[in-house]
Each structure stands twice: as structure tokens, then as C-alpha cells.
């Protein structure tokens, strides 16, 4: 078990005393004693059994002692060998074959004295431990085993003590001025930093601080570093576990050890005892398959959780603080008010907080003078903290790559495009349909997307293959941070998605297996414009797919029920959305084709285009005359019928 110090107080667990070790140097000495003990006599020189025969049959065999498995047997002085190689008076022994059922009269017939070995002392000791060590190499490995699962702390029978590390006062490493981007988040947790500090400053008001808080948001948003900041702010003792640590194969096991975290937490508290992925223990209780019934190790364990936080002893002092990025899993009990009273949501920052942790997380790089990270916030939106962290990792280990003195803005717009595109595999080498194909599917989606309204801008067109499977892309980038869509900027998503395909319709007059992706995403996004925004005329505000959970994006959302009828008007819907866009891809296009083909043309020369080149290029694109009263409406004038694929 970790334990810091500090000046002031040292916290240490209790000893534990140590019976797997024990057991095993026992089992040992007994393992000595019983084989390697007795080979220490002395030892008789080994004869064949035919060479014991035949010196018996030769009168020169005194006497023997037979066993069922060693026959010992001195011989007799032979006058007519003096030079024998076997001398007389010397015990021998041998091993006797136990199908040869004519030795005793083989040996009275020659007048050889023999006899049965006496009786061993020792014969109960090796009786005791065939039936003792067994068991003792059973207990000596389970020991062994749970000392190592341990991590060398717990033994073997202190399986339920609690893994929890402890740190001493404020010696996480963190404090409120290394969390940056959640200042709300900040403000809400200061209260209990500050009831820790000044708790009279509350009680004598009769206010008491809230048992638990949940810290709910999605992954990499900095929820355990600022429950590292509480505890470094604050100068308090602070455990921390992970909820996964208190489930183990032993029944029983995982109650325990909530029951002696509280235990230790109790004698040093005030402190904070932080659970993180709640998750893994919270789950809502229920048997299989959601029915309830079920008395799993999981549920027990939650059990003992519930009654720690709010049984009918009181924890005073002891403040619980947990972390998760799937709360809709969590049982009803655990966030009620009297466990965990205040939930704070750790979200994405905005671009003023993505541009703080950006500071913070450069301090320790050298940064070059054109590195503006005011711009490289704007072109990170929805990054969250760790991915930020990672983004100056990448551009540091770029810079370092090309053996820069410092890390420039060049280093970072890579590491962007890095981050969302994937690594750049100029080793894919494409043929010149292919290469060509691309250019123009490419360059369709910048006309395209420079025309439609609440688009970010279009810094960047490539055909250098990217990640898994981009054999080109373009690169869009919002210039704000946007929290809502308004309804023509979803129509006009949709006709920038379907532009690379319009391009080669427009161009080839045939499309190809590039655009599966970019039709995906229109087809579910105009379906959600349907089903879940309520943006259909003929529909209405009605919702037909449920919400989509929070934290759990990419997960899918079934549809609920509807009749056959309301199914076929929603399909239909649907397609007369992604139709009337395809459309007008397919119109601008095609008034902008000269602009189409001397900008790809242009792309396949130098494979990138980017900066005031590019935007030089898409400035000059039109719209078609029936594109605002599309946007507006999501009706085509009923004198314009849609235009087909066969434009070339």
C-alpha cells in the first residue's frame, strides 16, 4: 500500500503479519526431512541381482536381510580366490526381482541365514506426511498467490483489506492552478475545500457539507485531477481507489474492503476518499437481464457502500468524491441526496478554457515565437483535456523529430491534423484513376462547404492519404464554438457531405466506393432531423428515436415504436432531404465546374493546398439561384426537377 509523508504527519497502515512465507519455509524443512534426510547414511555398494544369485549359489553368501525392495547381504572368505573382486565381511545390496518366488529355497538350500528387515521407527513420520503436506503445499501456494495479488502488502489471510492508496496532507502533486478549462466545476468544489479548512465557519450556521459529490462528464475531461486538486488544496489526507479494485472472485471480499476503507478513512479524518469509475461498482442492482432478484458480489458490495455513506452511523468528516462518464448506470440509491448530494458535471471547455489547459500543458515546452495558442483553441473544438495534453505531446515529439530548437505553429497544425486524421501514409501509393478520383471527390466537398452557412472554414485540401482508410481529405475547421444547429446549417451539413460524390457524378459521369462514408453520415443526420429535432413539416415536433445518452456517444439509438405508416413517411422524408441536397451539390457544382476542375487540377499537381491560396480559389465559388429558398425551406421551386447523376 503507497504511503506518503510529509513533515507534519506520517500515515501508515497497520502491520500485517506475514503467514505465506511461513508457510512455505515450513513445507520446506518437512520436504528436507522426509527425502533428503535419510540419504545422508551410509551406502552399501549396489550389486546386480543375477551377480547376488549366483554368489549364493557359489556358498560364498554368509547371511541376508530381504525386503520387499533392498536385500542386503554380507559374504563369506573364499580361500581359492584370494583376489576376489567382491571382498568378504562387506555388505552389499541389491534389488530383487518380485516375480522370483524360489529365493527362500534357494537360500536354504545353501545354508544362507536370512531374515526380514526389523521394523522402522520412522515409518509413522512418513505415514504423517503424506497426509500433511499435500494440504500445506495447498495453503503454501493460495498464500503465495494472494501475497502477490497483493502487491506484497496484504497476505493470505488479509484478503479483505482495502487497496485504497493513501496520500498525506496535500501530497498529491496537484493543485486548483494545474486544473484549467472547468472553472464552474472549480467554483463548485471550492466549498468543500474551504468547509474542510474553516468546517465552523458552516456547523455554526447549522449547514452541513454535502457526504458525497459526483463528478460526471466524458472521458479525459480532468475529473480525477481535480479530485487530486481538492485534497492538495485542502491539506487532508486522501484516499484513492478505483471502483473495479473492490470486486474480486472470493464472495464477500469486495464488502469487506469498503468496510475497512471507511475504517481507516474514520481515524484520519477529516479526509476525502475518492472512487474512481464509480461505474464499475454503482450499476443499477437487478438479477440478470435487468430483472431483479440478483444477490451477485457486485450488488453486495454496493450494499455495504450504501449503508457506509449513509447508514445509521454517521461518517462524519469523511467526505466521498467519485468519478464516472456513464451516470445513467448508476443506481437510484447511490444519487440520492444524504450519499451523494451535488453532482458536477466536468464537461468540454469552451474555447477560453481549451486556450488554459493549453498554457498549462506548454510550460514545460519550449514554444517558438509564432506558436499563437489562442488559434490552435480555435481549431480544437470539442478537444477535451487529455486530448489537448496530447496534442502538445505530438507537436513536441514532431519538432523534436526534425531536431527543432523549439516547437513552432507548423509543429502543431500537424499534431491537429494528426490527432483527428491519423498518421499520413505517403507510402499508399495511388494509381492515377484513383489519385485523380480523389482530387476532384475533395475539392467538391471545399466548393461546397465554402457556400454553406455555419461552416467552419476550409483551411486545408489534401490526396495524401491519412490514417486507416482516407485516401484524401479536407480539412474544416469552426472559427467559434457552436452549441446549437439551426436548421439550415443541417441541410447545408448534408450537401457538403454529399459533394465529393457530386464531384465525380458531375465529372466522370459514375461514382465510386469513396463516398460510402460521406453518404452514411448525411443519411443518419438528416434521419436524426427527422426522428429526434422534430424538423419535418409533415411530422411535426414529435420525437420517433430516443435521446441519445450523454456521455455515451456512437452507441446507436433505436427508433421507438411506430406504425408501418408513420415508418414509410418517415423514410420517405428522409430521402426527399438527402435528395434536395445532392441537388444543390449537384447545381453548384456545376456552375462552379470551371473553378471544380482548375483547383483539382491544381491539387493534383502539388497534393496539398492550403492558406490564402486555397481560400484565394474557394472566394470565387457562386451559389445556385434556388440554393437560399433550399436553405430556408427545405423545398426546391416545384418548376425544378431534381437533376440526375448523368451530368458530364
Not at 472512487?275 to 458490495?301: C, H, M, V
Not at 489534401?462 to 439551426?486: H, W
Not at 423514410?571 to 451539390?585: M, N, P, Q, T
Amino acid at each position: 500500500m503507497p504511503v506518503e509523508t510529509n513533515n507534519n504527519r506520517q500515515f501508515k497502515p497497520p502491520r500485517v503479519r506475514q503467514f505465506g512465507g511461513s508457510l512455505l519455509i515450513l513445507l520446506t524443512v518437512l520436504l528436507l526431512l522426509n527425502f533428503i534426510v535419510p540419504s545422508f547414511g551410509a551406502r552399501q555398494p549396489q550389486v546386480a541381482y543375477s551377480d547376488f544369485i549366483a554368489q549364493v549359489e557359489a556358498n560364498r553368501v554368509d547371511r541376508a536381510i530381504v525386503g520387499g525392495d533392498r536385500i542386503e547381504f554380507t559374504l563369506k572368505a573364499d580361500p581359492n580366490q584370494p583376489e576376489s573382486s567382491l571382498p568378504a565381511n562387506q555388505v552389499l545390496t541389491t534389488t530383487p526381482v518380485a516375480i522370483d518366488l524360489d529365493l527362500p529355497k534357494i537360500l536354504r538350500d545353501h545354508n544362507v541365514k536370512f531374515t526380514a528387515p526389523a521394523p522402522s521407527n520412522s515409518g509413522w513420520i512418513g505415514t504423517l506426511l503424506s497426509w500433511v503436506v499435500p494440504p500445506l503445499i495447498f495453503f503454501g501456494i493460495w498464500g503465495f498467490l494472494l501475497n502477490r495479488q497483493g502487491g506484497g502488502g496484504p497476505a493470505a489471510l488479509t484478503v479483505g483489506k482495502s487497496k485504497a492508496r493513501i496520500y498525506s496532507e496535500g501530497s498529491t502533486g496537484v493543485k486548483f492552478t494545474d486544473v484549467a478549462g472547468v472553472d464552474e466545476a472549480k467554483a463548485e468544489l471550492q466549498e468543500i475545500v474551504d468547509f474542510l479548512k474553516n468546517a465552523s465557519k458552516y456547523t455554526r450556521l447549522g449547514a452541513k457539507i454535502p457526504k458525497g459529490v459526483l463528478l460526471v462528464g466524458p472521458p479525459g475531461t480532468g475529473k480525477t485531477l481535480l479530485a487530486k486538486a481538492i485534497a492538495g488544496e485542502a491539506g487532508v489526507p486522501f484516499f484513492s481507489i478505483s471502483g473495479s479494485e473492490f470486486i474480486e472472485l472470493f464472495v464477500g471480499v469486495g464488502a469487506a474492503r469498503v468496510r475497512d476503507m471507511f475504517v481507516q478513512a474514520k481515524q484520519q479524518s477529516p479526509c476525502i476518499v475518492f472512487i474512481d469509475e464509480l461505474d464499475a461498482l454503482g450499476k443499477s442492482r437487478g438479477g440478470a437481464n435487468g430483472f431483479p432478484g440478483g444477490n451477485d458480489e457486485r450488488e453486495q458490495t454496493l450494499n455495504q457502500l450504501l449503508t457506509e455513506m449513509d447508514g445509521f452511523d454517521a461518517n462524519t468528516g469523511v467526505i466521498i468524491i467519485a468519478a464516472t462518464n456513464r451516470p445513467e448506470v448508476l443506481d437510484p440509491a447511490l444519487r440520492r441526496p444524504g450519499r451523494f448530494d451535488r453532482q458536477v458535471v466536468v464537461d468540454r471547455p469552451d474555447k477560453i478554457g481549451r486556450e488554459s489547459i493549453l498554457k498549462v500543458h506548454a510550460r514545460s515546452v519550449k514554444l517558438a515565437e509564432d506558436v499563437d495558442l489562442g488559434t490552435i483553441a480555435t481549431r480544437t473544438p470539442g478537444f477535451a483535456g487529455a486530448d489537448l495534453a496530447n496534442l502538445v505531446n505530438e507537436a513536441a515529439l514532431l519538432a523534436a523529430r526534425q531536431n527543432r530548437d523549439a516547437v513552432t505553429q507548423a509543429d502543431f497544425n500537424e499534431a491537429i491534423e494528426r490527432v483527428i486524421g491519423g498518421l499520413e501514409k505517403r507510402s499508399r501509393v495511388l494509381n492515377e484513376t484513383e489519385k485523380k478520383t480523389v482530387a476532384y471527390h475533395e475539392v467538391g466537398h471545399a466548393i461546397i462547404a465554402a457556400l454553406m452557412p455555419g461552416a467552419g472554414r476550409v483551411e486545408k485540401i489534401s490526396v495524401v492519404p491519412r490514417g486507416v482508410g482516407a485516401l484524401g481529405y479536407t480539412l474544416q475547421l469552426p472559427e467559434e464554438d457552436r452549441f446549437l444547429m439551426i436548421e439550415d446549417e443541417i441541410r447545408g451539413r448534408i450537401a457538403t457531405l454529399l459533394g465529393g460524390r457530386s464531384a465525380e457524378e458531375l465529372i466522370f459521369g459514375k461514382v465510386s466506393t469513396g463516398a460510402s462514408d460521406d453518404i452514411q453520415k448525411a443519411t443518419d443526420l438528416a434521419e436524426r432531423a427527422v426522428t429526434l429535432y422534430g424538423m419535418s413539416d409533415e411530422l411535426g415536433p414529435v420525437a420517433f428515436e430516443k435521446t441519445q445518452q450523454e456521455f455515451l456517444g456512437g452507441y446507436g439509438n433505436p427508433r421507438r415504436s411506430v406504425s408501418p405508416r408513420v415508418a414509410e413517411e418517415i423514410d420517405r422524408e428522409v430521402k426527399e432531404i438527402v435528395d434536395g441536397a445532392h441537388h444543390i451539390a449537384l447545381a453548384t457544382l456545376s456552375n462552379n465546374k470551371e473553378l471544380l476542375e482548375e483547383t483539382a487540377q491544381l491539387l493534383l499537381h502539388k497534393e496539398i493546398l492550403e492558406g490564402a491560396e486555397l481560400r484565394e480559389r474557394l472566394n470565387r465559388a457562386q451559389a445556385p439561384a434556388d440554393m437560399e429558398e433550399w436553405l430556408r425551406s427545405g423545398k426546391l421551386p416545384q418548376d425544378q426537377p431534381l437533376m440526375q447523376s448523368v451530368l458530364v
